[in-house]
Every structure is written in C-alpha cells, then in structure tokens.
C-alpha cells in the first residue's frame, strides 16, 4: 500500500477540517476547506484510500503545496 500526501492548492487558512483519522475517502471528497479571500475553497482527495494524518488544525495559514493529510491508497 502507498501513502499519498494531500496539498493545500491555496493560500489562507484551515476553516474547517471535515475528515479524521480513519475515515474512507474516495478520489476528490473534500478532506479541509481552506478560507481565502473570504472564500472556501476545498481541499480534495486526490486518491480513494483511508485517512492515517492530519497535519494541520482548523485556524492554522497555509501556503500553496503545504501538506494537510496523509491518504494510504
């Protein structure tokens, strides 16, 4: 089984944090919405697999390419 890092595309911060440890995702369910610029904007699954990390906490800023979670596929 391989382990696939979830990035953040955007800048801004975590607003909500909508998976935990555990969860079965599938390819492109949203894992966090991440505010920016008065939006929130998803960050997706890029593969169907298990949640085993969540590197962030709801507040926190992110840049583009900052990891957020961690998917075993």
Known sequence: MAE??????V???VWKIVVK???QVSQD???I???SMKMEIPVLAPDAGVITQIFVIEG?????GDPV???RT
């Open 4 to 9: 696939t890092t979830v990035l953040s595309e």
């Open 11 to 13: 800048n801004g911060s």
């Open 33 to 35: 919405y991440a505010e």
């Open 60 to 64: 926190q800023p992110i840049a583009e």
């Open 29 to 31: 369910d949203p894992i």
């Open 69 to 71: 979670a961690a998917i």
């Open 21 to 23: 440890v555990g969860d």
